[in-house]
């Protein structure tokens, strides 16, 4: 049987993923079969059993199912361990390994941008489970100030706890107007702008005369965001693109022993006008 590898989540057809390892596989000789799985919570354990069953030897997990996956690892990596989220799977024996490999993806398109996140003050919106890879990377990275904002303040008090870092503060977002403002980076991890849904509105002021404004989404659920971050005069304003194509990188190196041109393949999907 042809090993087999996935895209999981819900809603995944519109993944960039399936076409994302076609061209890393292409540009090193690997024959790789890789599909989109359209599943939510209550058939996720399910769904992947089959895809075990069928061949399946490694997956990518994406919303809403990252902590799912983590719950459903036998092993797991240092770096999932700590933030708690699962979005690479490798099949080992009868069971499932997870890792995460958000954040060092997160790390390197940031790098790519020319941004330097060590000394810098940070806003994050969002406490799921992408944001919490990319709150561990920028921890360990060493910015001065990680500021955690979102909807439900214990999910807020949680992911400061797991932190353990005397860098990270956190304030619900009915509170980001009583913020002080001037961050460097501002990186929204929220589902705002999903779905046609509205945009975040948020106080012009947060930003410093040269931040990036970074959305770990792309497509669509980005526009709305990064619109905003340009009319309020961002000197960056970047979807996740490229932090999708470079954790795609990690995982498939994972899978196959190899490392991809990631970097050759954002640029080729930038020239094909990938929103």
Not at 10 to 24: G, Y
Not at 143 to 153: I, W, Y
Not at 210 to 223: E, K, P, V
């Amino acid at each position: 049987m042809n090993p087999r590898y996935a895209v999981f989540g819900q809603p995944v057809a519109h993944s960039l993923s399936p076409r994302i390892h076609a061209m890393f596989g292409a540009q090193l000789g690997i024959a790789v079969d890789y599909r989109a799985v359209e599943v939510g919570h209550a058939d996720f354990a399910r769904a992947l059993e089959e895809f075990a069953r069928d061949g399946g030897v490694g997956a990518n997990i994406t919303l809403p199912l990252k902590t799912d996956a983590f719950a459903l690892c036998a092993v797991r990596s240092a770096r999932a361990q700590r933030c708690g989220s699962v979005n690479t799977l490798v099949r080992g024996g009868d069971a499932w390994h997870g890792d995460s490999t958000d954040g060092i993806g997160f790390l390197r398109d940031l790098a790519r941008l020319g941004f330097e996140a060590r000394g810098r003050r940070v806003l994050l919106l969002g406490a799921g489970g992408a944001a919490r890879a990319v709150a561990f990377a920028l921890a360990d990275a060493g910015v001065h100030e990680l500021m955690l904002v979102n909807r439900t303040r214990q999910r807020i008090a949680e992911l400061k706890r797991a932190l353990r870092s005397d860098s990270a503060f956190g304030c619900d977002l009915a509170q980001v107007d009583t913020l002080d403002g001037h961050y460097d980076l501002l990186v929204n991890a929220t589902s705002a702008g999903h779905g046609g849904g509205a945009a975040l509105e948020l106080p012009p002021r947060l930003l410093e005369r040269d931040a990036l404004c970074y959305d770990l989404s792309y497509g669509r659920a980005a526009q709305s965001f990064l619109a905003w971050a340009r009319e309020t005069g961002a000197k960056v304003a970047n979807d996740g693109l490229g932090m999708l194509v470079e954790q795609a990188a990690e995982s498939f190196a994972i899978w196959h022993g190899r490392r991809p041109d990631a970097g050759a393949v954002l640029a080729a999907l930038r020239r094909e006008s990938i929103p």
